[in-house]
């Protein structure tokens, strides 16, 4: 008996040894093996994590910028246990593989964070191939530019909710600078012990930020308490500018990512956060648990474990990962919130389409009706989808776990790209209160409603029309992305063209690239968004006055899919010389414009656009915004890119700015 366990146990270790050791040999013989070593790229200060440490930081080091220098515009760099990555910002290498989104997919283990980062193995930006391609035509009629539009009551009704709450904060002593955490979940003791075998392989901190540490509970109070310290940072650091008499400090990131979490939830799935209401409530901040169950699982995602770095190389390791008792309560949690939504909106389309066969009349006028009282009844993401479940073409359906996982992906990605879009706007705005100043000049000229809470039709048209508070949306989206960089890896072998020659280890000129199947490619985003060469010597500079003007070739406009087809090769608005093709703006912050095999653009650009206009004219409007000019912001990147104090880390993700009321 003994004997026979014994030998079970060898047998077991052996076969173990012998996987890791013949997927350890594969792999370095794979990258040996590719094409890609042929070319030149930076010194590798590490064999197990190559060039990754110094990438962690690339956007307050100019990183990039520095290699394109020296290497030229197409080089590689190295990963993990050495292998060669490719890096482009060549335009015709990055409109091939971004046009190619299912010849060129995400890699595995890009999918697998994101997937445990809330969005389901099932969801949009998971899904590959057909089952991408199946998921975005059921999605589309959710982000039409009619349906968008129709939203705009809801970004008003919260911009204006967060209006009110900044404008008291700044005439009042309040103490509600910074909101406590919306995500925070406390364990049962149970929950905690049940936890302590997760917790042995993992750190005490992460590698990186939590996404969600704008919402450190006591922010405020942390602040206070750390003034009265000799051996604290915050005496280095003035709290507010030279005009505090009349200002208030804020982290406007903590307050966006509320706002955004409303506006999504009840845009997108008819559900009410409230998240907004309970961070302004004084003792009323418990939350919304779902809420609190996506802040759960983005803080477990973001632990660094041994066994997750392993796990992105041998892929059998990932059936024994343990989950944590808090984090199998949030799934629940989610699991059990998201069944109930679709149950109910599932039960209200069989309804209306039972009414719909019976009366087609009597359904339009009870629609018209309907629309009148509540704007987003029936026209929500969650209505789209149930509705599009009920279809008899198997086509054209999604299953429930679909649904389910559609929900998470909308609800995380919805509002983290959101809130650090338009913190990052106002942030460009502080540092810049002449252009700042026109722009309020400007949108005070649009008439504001009587009934603020109903805008008129009139008034949300003109300004999303307007042209300079589009042109300084554009800027910053340019200058700072949510979403600084993209991952593909081939997903056959290819031959990638470029525009410039590319100049190996052997010194020879390549009019191509050859790539094996399973390289991997780095597009950086941010990197082209201000490259010189496509944008001019100031392409570091916030001027909003560049897209005023047409491009070379009289470009006028450039927005929604498909519009950079019969351009390619002409420089759009605020361009010098032509770039790769981009979904909006001339730029790939929303992704590529020229799909051929697979669009993997983002679908809710429409609905992110509209939002930020929406809110910053509300905001804008009435509060003034300024920032500390000693205080250094830096860009942390986990997924979306986040502001942090350079002399605050322990603060972790937060946008400080000054706010005040100004006169009417």
């Known amino acids: ?44 200060p590490s064999f197990f994590m190559g060039n990754l440490r110094e990438m962690h930081d690339q956007e307050n080091t100019n990183l990039i910028a520095r290699w394109e220098e020296q290497f030229g515009s197409t080089f590689v760099y190295r990963g993990f246990m050495g292998g060669a990555r490719l890096m482009t910002t060549d335009p015709a290498a990055v409109a091939h593989i971004l046009g190619r989104g299912y010849d060129y997919p995400k890699p595995e283990f890009v999918r697998d964070n994101l997937s445990s980062m809330a969005a389901g193995e099932h969801g949009l930006l998971i899904v590959e191939g057909e089952d991408h391609r199946r998921q975005r035509r059921i999605l589309s009629p959710a982000f039409t530019s009619a349906h968008i539009k129709s939203l705009s009551p809801v970004f008003w009704q919260k911009a204006m909710e967060l209006c009110d709450i900044w404008l008291d904060i700044a005439s009042s002593s309040r103490d509600l600078a910074a909101p406590t955490d919306p995500f925070l979940v406390t364990p049962s ?60 400090r804020v982290d ?32 009323g901040e418990k939350g919304n648990e779902l809420a609190r169950a996506f802040g759960v699982i983005f803080s477990s995602a973001r632990k660094f474990r041994v066994i ?36 109910q909106r599932h039960a209200e389309a069989t309804k209306e389409q039972a009414a719909t066969l019976r009366s087609a009349d009597a359904q339009h006028k009870q629609q018209l009706a309907s629309t009148i009282e509540h704007p987003t009844d029936g026209r929500d993401l969650l209505s789209v989808l149930i509705r599009s479940s009920l279809s008899s073409v198997p086509s054209q359906r999604l299953s429930l776990e679909e649904t389910l996982c559609q929900i998470s992906t909308f609800l995380s990605a919805g509002h983290e790209t959101s809130s650090s879009a338009m913190t990052w706007t106002l942030y460009a705005l502080a540092r810049a209160p002449d252009i700042q100043a026109q722009l309020r000049r400007e949108l005070r000229a649009i008439p504001f409603p009587a009934n603020a809470d109903v805008p008129p039709a009139s008034t949300i048209a003109a300004v999303l029309d307007h042209p300079y508070l589009d042109a300084v949306v554009r ?155 000693t205080i250094h912001i830096e860009k942390k990147v986990i997924v979306v890119t986040r502001p942090a104090v350079k002399t605050e880390p322990h603060m972790g993700n937060q946008m400080p700015l000054n706010i005040r009321r100004v006169a009417p």
């Open 189 to 248: 003791p149970q929950a905690a012990r049940d936890d302590l075998p997760a917790r042995a392989f993992a750190t005490t901190t992460s590698i990186l930020p939590n996404p969600f540490s704008s919402f450190i509970p006591g922010k405020a109070t942390s602040r206070r308490q750390a003034k009265g310290s000799s051996s604290s940072q915050y005496e280095k650091t003035p709290v507010v500018s030279p005009d505090s008499a009349s200002s208030t």
């Open 475 to 629: 800027e910053t989206l340019r200058l700072h992305a949510p979403v600084t960089l993209t991952m593909r890896v081939a997903g056959v072998d290819d031959v990638v063209p470029v525009a410039r020659p590319v100049i190996d280890r052997r010194g020879r000129a390549c009019s191509e690239i050859h790539v094996r199947k399973g390289d991997i490619i780095t597009v950086p985003i941010q990197a082209m968004n201000k490259s010189k060469e496509v944008w001019g010597e100031d392409a570091e500079v916030f001027r909003p006055e560049r897209w005023l003007l047409s491009g070379e070739e009289g470009e006028s406009d450039d927005e929604g899919e498909g519009s950079s087809l019969g351009r390619e090769g002409r420089p759009g608005r605020g361009q010098k010389k032509a770039g790769a093709p981009g979904l909006w703006g001339n730029m790939l912050t929303f992704g590529n414009g020229n799909p051929l095999n697979g669009n993997r653009a983002c679908i809710g650009f429409r609905f992110a656009i509209n939002e930020i206009k929406i809110f910053l004219y509300v905001l804008l409007r009435d509060i003034d915004f300024s920032i500390d000019p």
């Open 252 to 283: 406007v990131l903590a307050w966006l990512a509320r706002a955004t979490l409303d506006v999504i939830g009840e845009a997108g799935f008819g559900y009410q956060f409230n998240s907004l209401a309970s961070a302004a409530k004084k003792g």
């Open 1 to 44: 008996m003994l004997y026979g366990i014994l030998l079970g146990c060898v047998l077991l270790a052996v076969a173990l040894v012998f996987y890791v050791v013949s997927t350890f040999l594969l792999l370095l013989v794979r990258q040996a093996l590719s094409p890609l070593r042929y070319l030149r790229g930076p010194p590798s």
């Open 308 to 343: 997750t770095v392993l796990q992105a190389w041998f892929p059998e390791l990932r059936r024994y990962g343990r989950e944590g008792a808090a984090e199998r309560e949030a799934r629940e949690t989610m699991r059990r919130i998201g069944l109930s939504l679709v149950e």
